[in-house]
């Protein structure tokens, strides 16, 4: 049974860094594509950046965030730099493999406060 476990939120002020991880359990498969999504109260949920054949990024991701995977493990990492208060949601781990359905983690809180 595949599961995703996020890890790495927490409490940060406004300028800081964190980096999130997720890891894959259960499978000996690879993802196709894994990347991060995230939700603040009230809003949809939203992509962050994905990565499978291309990278992609979220306009208010680019130029702060860097997602990266160790494939031979199915992990993803989300490195967070110059956080803001708006960056504040519940984090989710996304994976899918070929052909498949999509899979996600429990989540995990980024608060970006001072």
């Known amino acids: 049974q595949v599961q995703l476990v996020e890890s790495g939120g927490g409490l940060v002020q406004p300028g800081g860094s964190l980096t999130l991880s997720c890891a894959t359990s259960?499978?000996?498969?690879?993802?196709?594509?894994m990347g991060w999504y995230r939700q603040a109260p009230g809003n949809q949920r939203e992509l962050v950046a994905t990565?499978?054949?291309?990278?992609n990024y979220a306009d208010f991701a680019k130029g702060r965030f860097i997602i990266s995977r160790d494939n031979a493990k199915n992990t993803v990492f989300l490195r967070m730099d110059s956080l803001k208060p708006e960056d504040t949601a519940v984090y989710y781990c996304?994976?899918?493999?070929?052909?498949?359905?999509?899979?996600w983690g429990q989540g995990t809180q980024v608060t970006v406060s001072s």
């Open positions: 996304y994976g899918k493999k070929f052909g498949s359905v999509d899979y």
């Open positions: 259960g499978s000996i498969f690879r993802f196709y594509v």
């Open positions: 990565s499978g054949g291309i990278t």
